[in-house]
């Protein structure tokens, strides 16, 4: 018996990785329950092993360690070689062939007030990552693809030691160069695993402690610390509180650098080049990287614009979250990585940030739509924030000459610098378009009518555009961003 309970120990103990098993976890209510997870990562500190488990049907950001009896080896599945899953995508689905410059008729327009069933969902946003948009290293001048390889050895002072300009590379006794591999490589090969599994155990910035969800390539050496600090205006890491203390009495900046473009009450906006805050967007990206699940860019930030989002206080212009943007985009985007950090979530940030991002589409005079693929959170904030959009604009039409009034998608999108494509994904959604005697008719019903003036009644939370000063740059006739 007990040999062969050996032998089935070694036997785990060689093959456990990419193994599956039940493992034992809370649900929501604080009850047991045994989903089935993959074993990711195995690690021996004194006195015991520990497992890295992602559960199979579960987002990745509940990942976890765990120790040796939550787990069920008894159902231990061993792995198939199997191709790794896709990126989950949630993207509506087939574009649909037809509506885009019929005439639609909208059916119950106008105010209404009936009383009836519970509301449409508008499930009220959480955080928005949006995104990909995996660049080339740049270094220099050379652009080219990043090759597979592992991070770069540095000495490592034993204290903070050195000056302190603005940038990341001025040894704080941390390696200026985040790591070259993780999720700048675009293909899941040797560091799958790697990067898989969350590196940053806890991150503190400003009052706030954050808990990151995925992978960020950090330097290696930074990975094993229980709390990595970051100065909460310039974004620069450092290993102790000691450093940060000792940074924050040289480092001046209250707010992100770039341009404060909007202000309005608390809140502010700051556009930052890429290019020339190059430190700033970079330390953007890899602490944006901790909550977004998506490969992201961290090197080449030249092509890009960030507009961070903040909260002014006594102490400065603290971050909420930001979006990123390409200076000139083929497709229509308008937005390219997209966050709320955690602290500030599900408190309406998210939906303001992707309504600014169509306001500087308007300045702009075009249509925009967010980079793809969005990520579980990002659809459902954009869901919410176009159904919210088109439903204003439809329920303000007056019907004409006791008519039905009419609005093409072209019009809803000229309005909004909401994408056509995403006006139509929109109104399929909320299940509006019915075909009637060769034309189509929107019809609103009580239900989301209601459902939609109850969620605006929540939406204390908005962009003002008188309160925007932005003038578009016409990024195509520079030589050089
Ligand atoms: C950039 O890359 C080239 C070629 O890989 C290398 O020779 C050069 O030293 C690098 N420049 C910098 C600034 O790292
Ligand atoms: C940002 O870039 C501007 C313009 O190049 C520069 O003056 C400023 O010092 C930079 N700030 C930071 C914090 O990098
Ligand atoms: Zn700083």
């Known amino acids: 018996m007990c040999i ?8 785990l103990e060689i093959e456990t990785q990419g193994c599956r ?26 006195g015991r092993k520990l497992y890295y488990v992602h559960y199979i049907d579960f987002n990745k950001r509940l990942d976890e360690w765990v120790t040796p009896d939550r787990l069920d080896m008894k159902k231990l599945q061993f792995p198939k070689k199997e191709a790794k899953t896709p990126t989950k995508n949630g993207l509506p689905g087939s574009r649909p062939s037809s509506p885009e410059s019929e005439v639609v008729r909208v059916a119950g327009a106008g105010p209404q007030h009936t009383p009836s069933r519970p509301p449409q969902p508008q499930a009220q946003q959480k955080s928005i990552p949006t995104k990909t948009s995996l660049p080339d290293f740049q270094n220099g001048t050379a652009r ?24 990341q590379d001025s040894s704080d006794g941390i390696p200026s160069t985040p790591r070259m591999t993780g999720s700048l490589v675009s293909d899941r090969s040797h560091d799958d695993i790697v990067t898989r599994m969350k590196n940053i155990d806890c991150i503190e910035l400003g009052r706030h402690r954050l808990k990151p969800w995925y992978f960020s390539p950090y330097p290696q050496e930074l990975t094993t610390l229980p709390i990595l600090y970051l100065c909460e205006f310039c974004l620069k890491y450092l290993k102790s509180l000691k450093c940060l203390q000792r940074h924050l009495t040289k480092c001046n900046l209250r707010h992100p650098p770039g341009n404060e473009i909007y202000r309005k009450g608390t809140i502010s906006f700051f556009e930052i080049d890429g290019r020339k805050n190059k430190t700033y967007s970079q330390n953007l990206c890899l602490l944006a990287k901790c909550f977004l699940d998506h490969k992201t860019l961290y090197y080449d930030t030249d092509p890009f614009l960030f507009y961070v989002m903040t909260e002014y206080d006594a102490k400065g212009f603290h971050i909420v979250g930001y979006f990123s943007k390409e200076k000139e985009s083929t497709e229509d985007y308008n937005v390219a990585c997209i966050l709320t950090l955690p602290p500030y979530q599900r408190r309406g940030y998210g939906k303001l940030l992707i309504e600014f ?13 967010p980079e793809k693929p969005l990520s579980d959170l990002g659809l459902l904030s954009y869901r919410s924030y176009w159904s919210q959009t088109i439903l204003e604009i439809l329920m303000d039409l007056k019907p004409d000459n006791g008519e039905r009034p009419q609005i093409t998608i072209n019009d809803i999108s000229e309005i909004t610098s909401v994408k056509k494509e995403d006006v139509i994904s929109t109104l399929q959604y909320l299940n509006l378009i019915n075909y009637y005697k060769g034309q189509y008719i929107l019809t609103l019903s009580e239900d989301i009518v209601e459902g939609h003036e109850r969620a605006m009644q929540k939406r204390h939370l908005r962009i003002d555009s008188k309160c925007l000063h932005f003038t578009p740059k016409d990024w195509s006739k520079r030589g050089k961003w």
């Open 144 to 167: 080219r693809p990043m090759p597979n390889q592992p991070g770069r050895k540095r000495k490592q002072p034993p204290n903070c030691g050195g000056t302190d300009e603005d940038s």
């Open 21 to 46: 098993l039940p493992v034992l976890r809370k649900n929501q209510e604080n009850e047991d329950e045994w989903p089935l997870a993959e074993i990711l990562s195995v690690k021996e500190i004194p």
């Open 357 to 369: 991002s169509y306001e500087l589409s308007k300045v702009e005079g075009k249509t925009g739509t």
């Open 4 to 11: 062969l309970l050996r032998i089935i120990t070694a036997l």
